[in-house]
């Protein structure tokens, strides 16, 4: 079984453009999650979607946005880049999001942003 | 949600048990304790999980003490593979998806 698969791997964006990332689960798989690393703030929470549902929002601005296609592929959008967006994003999966389930992550997108 | 308290790094020889602590004094009845890893520049991984009772897995084993206020994540027998960023994670029952990481254990496995 293939395991969580996102793209591009690495990205490179000028301030003020828009970005969006790609995420597809393992097959089954109906939750798909996003967080951001960053040597500064460590790895934190943005997003869940399941069922093309938004579940649980993280704590960060409208600038971020994601969304979750019928056969559990997610996208998230990151628009008007500011040079601090530079991170590694990363996207996991799950069956369902429930508590006693493990999250299967995948390689990330390493953005920087100019 | 439940907040953790690791120790910032640790060593261990290598062929040697690693164990690694947790304190986690908040955590309420619904709430499980994960633990994942991340070696540098990949995504994490999914290492064991519990909610009361111990567990133990290829990877690993976890004990939690019978107040669930701390757990321990305990490798038998460490490798140089394992040298890698360890979180303990506390999770409730419907945010699976949710998981808020702390700064982790960075544990050096050394020959």
């Known amino acids: 079984k293939a395991g969580v698969t996102q793209t591009p791997r690495y990205l490179i964006k000028t301030r003020g453009q828009q970005v969006t990332l790609s995420c597809s689960p393992i097959?089954?798989?109906?939750?798909v999650s996003w967080y951001q690393q960053t040597p500064g703030q460590g790895l934190q929470f943005l997003f869940e979607?399941?069922?093309?549902?938004?579940?649980n929002k993280g704590n960060f601005p409208g600038r971020f946005s994601g969304r979750q296609f019928s056969n559990s592929r997610s996208e998230m959008n990151v628009s008007t880049l500011e040079l601090g967006d530079s991170a590694l994003y990363l996207c996991?999966?799950?069956?369902?999001?429930?508590?006693?389930?493990?999250?299967?992550f995948g390689s990330g997108t390493q953005l920087s942003v100019l | 949600d439940a907040k953790t308290t690791q120790p910032t790094s640790m060593d261990c020889a290598e062929g040697r048990a690693a164990n690694l602590p947790c304190n986690h004094s908040?955590?309420?009845?619904?709430?499980?304790v994960y633990w994942y890893r991340q070696i540098h520049s990949q995504g994490p991984q999914y290492i064991i999980h519990?909610?009361?009772n111990n567990e133990t897995n290829e990877m690993a084993s976890l004990i939690i003490t019978e107040d669930r206020k701390s757990s321990t994540l305990i490798l038998p027998h460490a490798t140089l593979r394992d040298t890698a960023v360890y979180y303990c994670?506390?999770?409730?029952?419907?945010?699976?998806?949710?998981?808020?990481f702390g700064q982790g254990t960075e544990l050096s496995v050394k020959p």
């Open positions: 908040t955590i309420s009845g619904n709430e499980y």
């Open positions: 519990g909610l009361k």
């Open positions: 994670i506390v999770l409730k029952t419907n945010q699976g998806g949710k998981l808020i």
């Open positions: 979607y399941f069922s093309e549902t938004q579940r």
């Open positions: 097959s089954g798989h109906r939750s």
């Open positions: 996991a999966s799950s069956l369902a999001g429930r508590g006693n389930e493990k999250l299967f």
